[in-house]
């Protein structure tokens, strides 16, 4: 079973840049169609953004559009979330995930494996 370890979260002032990276091991990387979640404080952990294990289909909620990239490079087993334009809204612990689902997936029931989280903090 693939393992996940986030890193590169900190703080950061608004409009400021981050990239988030997700290392897999102990399993086949490629497989795996990968997400991205986030959970502020007091809220429920919601979806940010998707990538196909094939690399070829991406979702992204509504609000980090035009200012989130994700993206993979199955040679290091590793998956990346490139935040531009931060906003203080943006601040949660980001979580990367693993699914075995076919296609890019928003639905947290579909992923299985779960990073540990990494804290983002965006300063007004």
């Known amino acids: 079973q693939v393992q996940l370890v986030e890193s590169g979260g900190g703080l950061v002032q608004a409009g400021g840049s981050l990239r988030l990276s997700c290392a897999a091991s102990g399993g086949t990387f490629s497989r795996y169609g990968m997400g991205w979640f986030r959970q502020a404080p007091g809220k429920e952990r919601g979806f940010v953004a998707a990538?196909?294990?094939?690399?070829?289909?991406?979702l992204y909620a509504d609000s980090v559009k035009g200012r989130f990239s994700i993206s993979r490079d199955n040679a290091k087993s590793t998956v990346y979330l490139q935040m531009n334009n931060l906003k203080p809204e943006d601040t949660a612990v980001y979580y990367c995930a693993g699914t075995t689902w076919p296609v890019a997936t928003m639905a947290s029931r579909e992923y299985d494996r779960w990073g540990q989280g990494t804290q983002v903090t965006v300063s007004s």
């Open positions: 990538l196909a294990r094939s690399g070829g289909g991406t």
